[in-house]
């Protein structure tokens, strides 16, 4: 009789904890809660109506199927595992990818779900809509036209990278771009032409340059730079030759230059483990073995030697 009605409290007590979890959701929040393993156990209706996902097809599911961190992290579910385990909370951006592919920047915090005298039962997850936000900023720091980042972000962000090489030890590549006989296609073909150029040219860097350790830019004009990490110095000639084609191989006409279609000259310097270099003398030979590109006859790749 006793065991019976122990048993009966038990359910009941249970039972209103499952009640309790099934209405800690504000549905007029951008919400999810997560288990210990990272995987959604509820979704707002909120969440839903924004994002075009049915609650159906996110719960069971890692959160990474929402999307992932600004950084886009490979590790995205051992990192919040290992930090909710350590902190209780975490708060950062996240991408949330929506049901028509577009992307939703949010500002997220994630904490701990406690109930006096017990342990987490898992977290709360609840997201801002910061998009709005996020187009001004990019606003400030990205070439319209290209979509590229521009000189302001390249001052801020390129010493960045140049530490992040060192702590790594790896090589660090500075690749200074200009395309060849440009303001001759304006004369051509007019400026028009030209934008629709530097915006082709500002998606094949886009796409050759996408790793995390790679940043690209337009700092002015038909000049474009990128600085990345590599582990050898020839992985940085390769991709400086797949700059090369790639612009060479878009087909665009250009009657006034000699192969006949728009090309990219060269300049690349490099920073190797151990050697002590900055920003602006990495620009500097950049720019001079660009110079020797244009003087070799336009359509090269030459590396600086000191």
Not at 139 to 164: G, V, W
Request: aromatic share 8%; net charge neutral.
């Amino acid at each position: 009789m006793i065991a019976g009605l122990l048993s009966l409290l038990y359910y009941e007590r249970r039972l209103q904890q499952i009640k309790t979890a099934a209405s800690a959701l504000d549905p007029s929040l951008l919400s999810v809660t997560i288990d210990h393993d990272i995987i959604i156990t509820q979704v707002s209706e909120a969440l839903c109506d924004i994002t075009g996902h049915k609650a159906r097809d996110l719960i069971g599911k890692l959160l990474s199927a929402l999307g992932s961190t600004a950084e886009e992290r490979s590790d995205l579910i051992d990192f919040l595992k290992q930090t909710l385990k350590k902190d209780d909370s975490w708060k950062g951006e996240f991408k949330i990818l929506k049901k028509d592919g577009l992307t939703l920047w949010t500002e997220v915090m994630i904490s701990s779900q406690r109930r006096e005298g017990e342990g987490s039962d898992g977290y709360t997850v609840i997201y801002q809509d910061v998009s709005q936000k996020k187009h001004f900023e990019n606003l400030a720091i990205k070439d319209e036209l290209t979509r590229l980042y521009n000189r302001r972000y390249f001052k801020s962000h390129a010493p960045k990278l140049l530490d992040l090489a060192t702590q790594e030890n790896k090589v660090f590549a500075f690749i200074l771009m200009d395309l060849d006989n440009f303001k001759k296609y304006n004369d051509l073909y007019g400026h028009p032409a030209g934008d629709k150029v530097l915006a082709a040219i500002g998606a094949t860097l886009h796409s050759i340059f996408s790793r995390r350790e790679d940043l690209v830019f337009r700092l002015g004009g038909e000049e474009f730079a990128a600085v990345a990490l590599f582990s050898e110095a020839q992985d940085a000639l390769a991709a400086a030759g797949k700059i090369r084609q790639q612009v060479q191989d878009l087909n665009i006409i250009h009657r006034a230059n000699a192969p006949g279609v728009i090309t990219i000259s060269i300049g690349l310097a490099l920073s190797k483990p151990g050697e002590k270099s900055d920003i602006d003398s990495l620009y500097k030979k950049a720019d001079s073995a660009l110079y020797g590109a244009k003087k070799r006859g336009k359509n090269q790749i030459v590396r600086f030697e000191t």
